[in-house]
């Protein structure tokens, strides 16, 4: 009744029995909608639980390590981004990249840094198996996680996941590189960017996800800037603050700072290849 009162459910009171309709079964049932929100709704009560030690890394201008602010909030995160990744990475995302889908279809080396659980770079693997992934993330347990699902999948045979900083890969020779909705939680993007020119072939693509914003906060004040900037003051900044040069670019950095980061790092060409409700995708070319 609790959730029929508060409008999550439809209540016949007739039949005396409660249903879901289509359009409250694509945000909490349906785990392959684009608009499935159980991650966003785990969140909430990780971010609650990690408060009391954001607000000391705040009053004393420190960070808070990804994965020590509450209990599984890396799992929560990765189940809020992957409804995204699920219809958008194969079906628009990589095929708006000029040449890339040709290269994965006849084989090629990718890298997915940052690929936490690794939704994003299971999802590559699948939808092209002639190529070779590796997905990176510093986190352990995360990258923990990420094996077991490729095992779940039947990929651990052709997909590799690693422990590693961005900044210290050592692997190269990368045609493609992806960094999904973690450069401006990383201490030093700048340095990343530059350490991604080292290791992409010349002719290589690095593409850039990243949750969408405007470049003044004036332009994010929407439900998506909302929710976003309440991420980033819980989880985002903390976990840059607590990195070298701890930048603390936030999740609503904006297309402009994400570009000049980029460029930076020696790209001389980014543009916005494709975007939707929730990320922004640059394509970064030498």
Avoid at 27 to 36: D, G, H, Q, T, W
Avoid at 70 to 97: D, E, H, K, M, T
Avoid at 127 to 132: I, L, V
Wanted: hydrophobic content about 40%.
């Amino acid at each position: 009744m609790a959730q029929a009162a508060n409008g999550y459910v439809d209540y016949d009171p007739a039949a005396e029995t409660f249903t879901l309709s289509p359009e409250q079964g694509m945000v909490f049932a349906n785990k392959e909608s684009p608009v499935y929100l159980e991650g966003a709704f785990d969140m909430i009560p990780a971010m609650i639980e990690g408060e009391a030690k954001v607000e000391q890394a705040f009053r004393t201008g420190g960070g808070v390590r990804w994965g020590e602010t509450a209990g599984c909030l890396f799992c929560a995160v990765g189940s809020f981004f992957r409804p995204g990744y699920v219809n958008n990475i194969v079906q628009s995302w990589i095929p708006s990249l000029d040449g890339v889908e040709a290269k994965l279809k006849a084989g090629a080396k990718v890298a997915d840094v940052g690929c936490g659980v690794g939704f994003s770079t299971l999802l590559m693997a699948k939808a092209w198996p002639q190529s070779r992934f590796v997905g990176f993330d510093f986190h352990e347990p995360s990258v923990e996680a990420a094996r077991g699902h490729a095992a779940e999948h039947g990929l651990a045979d052709r997909v590799r996941f690693e422990v590693a900083k961005a900044k210290e890969i050592a692997e190269d020779g990368f045609d493609l590189i992806t960094v999904f909705d973690c450069l401006h939680d990383m201490g030093d993007p700048r340095g990343c960017a530059r350490h991604m020119r080292r290791i992409l072939k010349d002719d290589g693509t690095w593409m850039v996800v990243e949750p969408i914003a405007g470049d003044r906060p004036s332009d994010n004040m929407n439900p998506v800037g909302r929710l976003f900037y309440n991420a980033s003051t819980m989880v985002c900044v903390p976990t840059s603050l607590d990195q070298e040069v701890a930048e603390g670019l936030g999740a609503q950095a904006g297309e402009a700072k994400i570009s000049e980061v980029i460029r930076q790092g020696g790209f001389g060409r980014v543009r916005r290849a494709a975007e939707g409700p929730f990320n922004m995708i640059l394509e970064a070319r030498v």
